[in-house]
Structures are given as C-alpha cells and as structure tokens.
C-alpha cells in the first residue's frame, strides 16, 4: 500500500477492513496533526516579549500625537519598550493582521512611527538612530545594541 500525506492512493485499504483501517487512519490523522503543528512552527514569529509583559506602572505613557499616528495601531496593545539615550520607544500590535507597530518620540516635533509584519526585522531611521523591531529569540546583529528583548538601536 503506498500513502502521501495521509491521502489513500489504492483500494487496497477498504479491502482490509475492521481495526486494521481504523488504526491506519488514526495514524494518519495523528500524522497529519503532527505535521500541521510543525509546519504552523516553522512559519510563525517568535512573540513579542514587551507586548507580551503586563505594562509596568512606572512606565511613561505614549505622549499626545495627531489621531493619525494612531491610526494603524491598536492603542490598547501600546508598550513601553525603554529609552535611546533621551528618546523613548514604545511598542504596539499593528490594526492590520500579522503587523507590529514601533514608536521612537524624541519631541513633538521629530516623532517617528513605523508597521511592518510581525515576522520581522523592521527597521526605521529618524532623529540621529536607526531602530529595529524585532521578534524574540532573533540574534543582536552586530553593530546593534538593545534597548529591549525587541528593540535595537544603532546610531547613524
């Protein structure tokens, strides 16, 4: 008897009848959810450990922006992910599926805001550094430094 998958590729099965077919088709099943689970493994990020991480009550709070800073963010989600030398970085889960937002608000005026998916890396440039989002478990590349388990900085 040949299989691919758990698909039945002959008759030669339903020939045999009783239990025989019932533990093969068990098999085949389990198989197949052994697979599914592995393969759901393979293609998703690792998570977010500040977005993740209930927010500490010390934590500052995202500073006022226009309404449409905010519109590709879910607020409730915002975290504060720590300080690049003065100019603090806040993380947030994307409005969209699958995106991750990141915040880096050295004043009013020089704010920056970046979505990207939430496999990662994102990256964005703005007031003297480069910032990099990344999901946990990635490696510092080198020449970076974290702020946090999923912020870099590298200055420009």
Known sequence: MTWTLGMRRTGVMERTGGMRRMRRVGLTAGLGLVMAAALAGCA????????????????PALP??????????????LRYAGDDDGTP???????ETATMCLFAYP??????????GDAGPLEMSGAGSTYR??????????GWTAVSENVLVRGD
């Open 133 to 142: 989002l990344q999901p946990d478990g990635m490696p510092v590349p080198d």
């Open 107 to 116: 004043n009013e005026t020089e704010w920056i805001v970046s979505c990207g």
């Open 64 to 77: 006022e922006l226009p309404d449409y800073a905010l519109d590709n963010v879910d607020e409730s989600t």
């Open 89 to 95: 970085l806040w993380l947030g889960v994307g409005a």
């Open 44 to 59: 998703s990020p690792g998570g977010y450990a500040v977005i993740d991480a209930e927010p500490a009550a010390d934590s």
